[in-house]
């Protein structure tokens, strides 16, 4: 079946620095998100790509559709320790089945 | 209060018991869905209904069941709980009129989390 590989699994940084993750696949996606969970909560939408290519920023985060339609990548810009959670990308398919990838866990060292 | 609401939020059962997951949603939205999270493995999708008269299996539906009772409600059904259904339970939400099509906008419950001893 159709499946999203996410990467890193877990992150560990320090406050300030900036952060990266992505996801590919194998298969062609419609649409791209990015959502973020934290702790005891449900997954929340940061960030939604609706067109190969396209480049979208919320705040400090910074999103890209990438051109094949396979892959989507996830920047944080100088993390502060509530960017702490789980990431998770996800993608909607010809299907019209919403795949989500396994997480990035993102840890924040003081 | 919260727009898409899970019950019970936590919920601790014996092997071979029948469980029921409830959830309802304010937010007006067509679709629903329930969605599994264990460590590791991300959200995998249970089951999906995109209107009252529409059920469909999503990635691992083998050992559950749902009812859309009304637009507002979906129950997820465990008929004989076993260990490794342990897991926490979302709902989600989507509203079709948005975009006229899946584009993955989910909203989430809160969760809940059950055990299976």
């Known amino acids: 079946g159709q499946q999203l590989n996410q990467s890193p699994q877990s992150m560990f940084i320090q406050e300030g620095e900036d952060v990266s993750m992505n996801c590919t696949s194998s298969s062609i996606f419609n649409t791209w998100l990015w959502y973020k969970q934290d702790p005891g909560e449900g997954p929340v939408l940061l960030i939604a790509l609706y067109k190969a290519g396209e480049l979208t920023s919320n705040g400090r985060l910074t999103a890209q559709f990438g051109i094949t339609r396979k892959d989507s990548f996830l920047n944080i810009s100088a993390s502060i320790p509530s960017d702490v959670g789980i990431y998770f990308c996800?993608?909607?398919?010809?299907?019209?089945?919403?795949?989500f990838g396994k997480g990035t866990r993102l840890h924040i060292l003081p | 209060d919260a727009d898409v609401t899970q019950t019970p939020r936590n919920r601790i059962t014996k092997t071979g018991k029948r469980i029921m997951l409830e959830c309802s949603q304010t937010?007006?939205?067509?679709?629903m869905y329930w969605y599994r999270q264990d460590p590791g493995l991300g959200l995998r999708l249970i089951y999906y209904s995109f209107d009252v008269k529409d059920i469909n299996k999503g990635e691992i539906s083998d050992g559950y069941s749902v009812s859309r009772q009304a637009q507002a409600k979906f129950s997820l059904s465990l008929e004989s709980a076993i260990p490794n259904q342990t897991a926490l339970y979302f709902c989600?939400?989507?509203?079709?009129?948005?975009?006229?099509?899946?584009?993955?906008?989910?909203?989430f419950g809160e969760g809940s989390r059950l055990t299976v001893l």
């Open positions: 937010k007006g939205h067509d679709r």
């Open positions: 996800a993608g909607t398919s010809r299907d019209d089945k919403i795949i």
């Open positions: 989600a939400t989507s509203d079709s009129k948005i975009s006229g099509s899946l584009t993955g906008e989910l909203f």
